[in-house]
């Protein structure tokens, strides 16, 4: 696989004393790597602050991500309640990384989220939200759906960590601790190798859409919802649903 330029090292650790599983990554490399994508395929950028809640999502989701041993594919479609746009971030097993701002029709907070290994079957789950942080969202879906406490903690400048108890884990060694605090601990314990390197995960910005998946995308219709699609057109210009990047199809 050829990656772009903007590559985020996310790294996974165990920390023993605690017995914690601890991932450090740093986002802004793929928020940054968004905005070459965006750029290089003439995409139009959100405002900013559904674009900063975006990002904060793609910090928090591609945590979760790292946390695990083995990759699997992730859908994260979050409506947060009280706003007018939504948000989907998807992660491949591969390191890919994308997401989009998306209207949000519903007016209570909810996270639908899809995921699938190499082997397993498609699993969602659905986590009904209280706040209008997306990092929130992906907490509460390891609380609700895999009944495990997991903290996270991202700041402005997209340096993030997430902790997640192994069996007889506990927080205790940061509770009370402010997000900047758990941030600064955590990276000043990966720095001095206070902690034992399990994984390091290049995760960047690229959307697995091409020209071939939505030519087979929509040859796939039924004749008569391609008939409607269609009309009189000679052409269509279609909108990844995941990355909003337009292609046009011809008849």
Same mark, same amino acid.
């Given at each position: 696989?050829?990656?772009?330029?903007?590559?985020?090292?996310?790294?996974?650790?165990?920390?023993?004393?605690?017995?914690?599983?601890?991932? !450090?990554?740093?986002?802004?490399?793929?928020?940054?790597?968004?905005?070459?994508?965006?750029?290089?395929?003439?995409?139009?950028?959100?405002? +900013?602050?559904?674009?900063?809640?975006?990002?904060?999502? %793609?910090?928090?989701?591609?945590?979760?991500?790292?946390?695990?041993?083995?990759?699997?594919?992730?859908?994260?479609?979050?409506?947060?309640?009280?706003? *007018?746009?939504?948000?989907? /971030?998807?992660?491949?097993?591969?390191?890919?990384?994308?997401?989009?701002?998306?209207?949000?029709?519903?007016?209570?907070?909810?996270?639908?989220?899809?995921?699938?290994?190499?082997?397993?079957?498609?699993?969602?789950?659905?986590?009904?939200?209280? !706040?209008? *942080?997306?990092?929130?969202?992906?907490?509460?879906? %390891?609380?609700?759906?895999?009944?495990?406490?997991?903290?996270?903690?991202?700041?402005?400048?997209?340096?993030?960590?997430?902790?997640?108890?192994?069996?007889?884990?506990? %927080?205790?060694?940061?509770?009370?601790?402010?997000?900047?605090?758990?941030? +600064?601990?955590?990276?000043?314990?990966?720095?001095?190798?206070?902690?034992?390197?399990?994984?390091?995960?290049?995760?960047?910005?690229?959307?697995?859409?091409?020209?071939?998946?939505?030519? +087979?995308?929509?040859?796939?219709?039924?004749?008569?919802? +391609?008939?409607?699609?269609?009309?009189?057109?000679?052409?269509?210009?279609?909108? /990844?649903?995941?990355?909003?990047?337009?292609?046009?199809?011809?008849?």
């Amino acid at each position: 696989m050829e990656f772009p330029e903007h590559l985020a090292h996310y790294n996974r650790y165990l920390w023993k004393n605690p017995n914690l599983i601890v991932v !450090t990554g740093e986002a802004d490399k793929i928020w940054k790597g968004r905005t070459a994508y965006h750029a290089s395929h003439a995409v139009t950028t959100e405002a +900013a602050a559904p674009a900063a809640l975006l990002n904060r999502l %793609f910090a928090a989701a591609g945590l979760a991500a790292v946390s695990l041993p083995e990759r699997e594919s992730w859908g994260w479609s979050v409506s947060m309640p009280g706003l *007018d746009e939504g948000l989907f /971030c998807g992660v491949e097993p591969e390191g890919m990384i994308c997401g989009r701002v998306l209207k949000n029709k519903k007016t209570e907070g909810l996270c639908v989220v899809q995921r699938q290994g190499e082997k397993s079957l498609l699993a969602q789950s659905h986590v009904t939200l209280i !706040t209008q *942080d997306p990092v929130e969202a992906v907490e509460r879906y %390891f609380e609700e759906a895999e009944q495990t406490l997991i903290r996270i903690a991202v700041d402005d400048a997209g340096r993030g960590v997430l902790l997640r108890p192994m069996p007889g884990g506990t %927080f205790e060694t940061i509770n009370g601790l402010s997000d900047d605090q758990i941030i +600064a601990r955590i990276f000043a314990l990966a720095g001095d190798g206070s902690m034992q390197h399990l994984e390091e995960v290049l995760l960047f910005y690229q959307c697995p859409c091409s020209p071939e998946k939505i030519h +087979a995308m929509i040859a796939s219709l039924p004749a008569e919802q +391609a008939a409607q699609l269609w009309g009189d057109l000679k052409r269509l210009d279609i909108a /990844c649903p995941r990355c909003g990047r337009y292609y046009t199809i011809s008849k």
